[in-house]
């Protein structure tokens, strides 16, 4: 027989729980257990006044803002509207079947207010980060490093040319993004001012840091926002998200906002990895990164660190058009001069350039009639080496690339990468909706700390023995 839907009998009473309509093993009811807010609320307290009207429970706006970047809801008004629907985003949120949801201004006012001030996030993302730490997920063993490039809320259409000259008028009726900037360039011109002038030094074809050069476009919404281009690619502008990742599960240890810009990027790495070190006491044994963590200086401070650089050597010096090398020239050390192939010197005056390099030269009586001339140096007089002052830290970093350690640590790499196509896809984080490298930051450390939430209710959110075996990843 044909069933049919009853009528709406106009029923007087209710038995509805949230509890029983949200599946045990949802992601959201995984993710409660890993969270404690009792501790956030006493670091907000400062932010608030002790009288006045009751505002809207800090704890609330954390939790729907945990529940929009879970699921890529990038909009705070459809949030508002999603939390107000869904079941389980109201079970999540503590707000019953009857509680009030927000209005989405708040987030705004709370976003740029009290949350930044007390640097809320950063607080919140280094709190689960020892619930990670409590569920024994984090190895030290291994750190991996990369950044990934996020679109900035900027238009290029509303930017200058970088060397052009800008009134920004006013810093007080300017907006937040504008004065940032405007006080990182008053803060950098005093640093320049108190430093001492540099000694003349040479320049040099090396390994060169750019940085000096102005950007090519400055963003008059957001200038702190990079004007960058992927190869093939339009320009755009964007700041990078910096990931360091620990290998055991892909738990990120730390993460900073900077512009799209290559020395910034490497740079943020030792914010971190000191950063983790200070707060939590843990210092990876080694750390892996692709070739663009591989320069001198680089490699020199990571060894100094005594943590080992399993990352390729950033090396411009491998000739193709059929001349030697200098790998073909060896270095003695002690004597501090490299022998050519036809056993001549190369020896330096022991001054350093520009590029932090020493300059090595051979005698013009020893290649004028040499065999080899042609194979060496067929344009110049004499044949020149430079050698970093690092030098020693890259051999290091090109040792360790002929071990098997090294070959299983290229394989763990593609975890931030991972991670970043994660951030990307699910998470829908591939423009940003704050401005500022401040805002940047703000939403890095919230997608972050959503990411290492997904990954603890993963590993330990469901059969409580599956965290004991957390080396698994």
Known sequence: MMGELPKDQGTLFYDF???????????????DQFLDFKALRQHLAPSYSPIGRPSVDPELLLRMLIVGYCYGIRSERRLCEEVHVNLAYRLFCRLGLTGAVPDHSTFTKNRHGRFRDSDMFRYLFEAVLQECMKEDLIGEEGFAVDASVIRADASGQNSVDGDEPIDWGDPEQTARPIREYVAALDEASGAEDSETEEPEVENAESEQKPGATPPKRISLTDPQARWTA?????????????????????????????????????????????????????????LIGDTAYGAA??????????????????????????????????????????RCPNDKLLRTTGKVTKEKTLNYRSRVAD?????????????????KIQRSIYEAARDVARAIAETEEYQLSQRQRKKPEMLFAHLKVPLNLRRLRLRGLSGAKDEFLMAATVQNLRRLAMWCGQDPPLCAQGSRA
């Open 297 to 338: 200086e680089m490699l020199d401070w990571l060894v100094r660190k005594k943590i080992a650089p399993h990352i390729p050597v950033w090396d411009k010096t491998k000739r193709d058009d059929g001349t030697f090398s200098v790998s073909d020239f060896s270095f003695d050390a002690k004597a501090n001069v490299y």
């Open 230 to 286: 992927a190869p093939g690619g339009p320009a755009y502008f964007a700041y990078s998200t910096n990931y360091l990742v620990d290998t055991k599960a892909g738990i990120i240890v730390d993460a900073e906002a900077t512009p799209a810009y290559r020395p910034d990027e490497v740079e943020s790495t030792k914010t971190m990895i000191e950063r983790v070190e200070e707060r939590f006491d843990i210092k990876p044994e080694r």
């Open 17 to 31: 729980r949230l509890e029983d309509h949200v599946p045990k093993d949802h992601l959201l009811r995984r993710i």
């Open 367 to 383: 290649c004028r009639n040499c065999p080899l001339k042609s194979r060496c140096c067929p344009n110049s007089k004499v044949r």
